[in-house]
């Protein structure tokens, strides 16, 4: 029989509480199974592994991570809970001194990125905002990286535009083999294994392995190796790598289409404002 749907994300918490029920009453009344893959993700704590309660003031609101919030708007939501006296000094004392701070504006990309990260975690996962700011710092490599191809392309007068209209890979087009150099090579090879990695591990459903993979690719071959190596031939030193400038531009161009394709189910928000600005 076929499902009425194709896969369930939910919380094991509630995994016979409400997912074998459905299946169980679906599957009777309706002679199908509501869903055919079940996929758990580990249940939210805090830093320290405990449960969020407003009673130890370790609770966190995704739309202030998302927003950002002093340590005074966190402290006044606790005010208006149901405290004793006693609970809510020590909420608000533990508040003051896990976020001195308050929240920075960190974004839902950046949130939505180390939540995939950490579903590594099998059981249960150990919320600190000191991950979400590694994600975050992430976004603005892929922003800065954006913004250092397309300049140099504009210097260079390479087209922008990764695909034409009948999704061709313009970025391939006048690119004999000859022209590639070494570099290259490698930096394309390295681009061919994640996408082997990414591939497989989204069939699998395994995210976090996915959006690892093209963190990794982004950090050490593309922003670590292959653009510094680029850096010599598009500022004057040729002759050290044997590269075309525009012929770089252009794989640098096409490996960013194929990273924000891939970064499009973690950062819907950051990826289409960068591939809806090369059209």
């Given amino acids: 029989m076929t499902a009425l749907s194709t896969v369930l994300e939910t919380g094991q918490d509630i995994l ?15 002679q199908v199974p509501p869903f055919s893959t079940v996929l758990l993700h ?42 004793s006296g006693s609970e809510l000094k020590k909420s608000i004392k533990d508040l003051a001194k896990m976020y001195p701070n308050g929240f920075q ?33 992430f976004c603005n490599k892929v922003w800065n990286t954006f913004r250092f191809i397309h300049m140099h392309a504009d210097k260079l007068g390479v087209d922008t ?21 070494v570099f290259d090579r490698a930096f394309l090879s390295r681009l061919y294994e994640m996408l082997q990695t990414y591939h497989n591990a989204m069939g699998a459903y395994r995210l976090a392995v996915a959006a690892e993979a093209v963190r990794e ?4 071959d593309l922003c670590d190796r292959y653009i510094e190596i680029c850096k010599l031939s598009l500022f004057g030193n040729q002759s050290a790598t044997n590269q075309v400038p525009e012929v770089a531009v252009k794989v640098m161009l096409g490996s960013l289409d194929i990273v924000l394709r891939a970064l499009h189910p973690f950062m819907p928000f ?10």
């Avoid at 535009?161 to 150099?181: C, M, P, R, S, Y």
């Avoid at 690719?217 to 050490?220: A, I, K, L, S, T």
């Fill in 270 to 279: 950051l990826s289409e404002v960068k591939y809806l600005a090369q059209l």
């Fill in 105 to 137: 504006q960190f974004g839902a990309d950046a949130l939505r990125f180390a939540l995939v990260l950490y579903t590594q975690q099998t059981h249960q996962i150990n919320m600190s905002l000191d991950s979400v700011r590694s994600s975050y710092h």
């Fill in 16 to 30: 016979f509480f409400w997912v074998a029920r459905m299946a169980m009453l679906c599957t009777y009344f309706a």
């Fill in 161 to 181: 535009h990764a695909v034409d209209l009948h999704g061709n890979k313009k970025w391939l087009a006048n690119i004999t083999d000859n022209e590639l150099t």
């Fill in 217 to 220: 690719f982004v950090q050490r």
């Fill in 42 to 83: 580990p249940m939210v704590r805090d830093a320290q592994g405990r449960k969020m309660s407003k009673s130890l003031g370790n609770v966190i609101d995704p739309m202030d991570v998302i927003n950002g919030a002093e340590l005074s708007k966190l402290q006044d939501v606790v005010r208006r809970g149901y405290l």
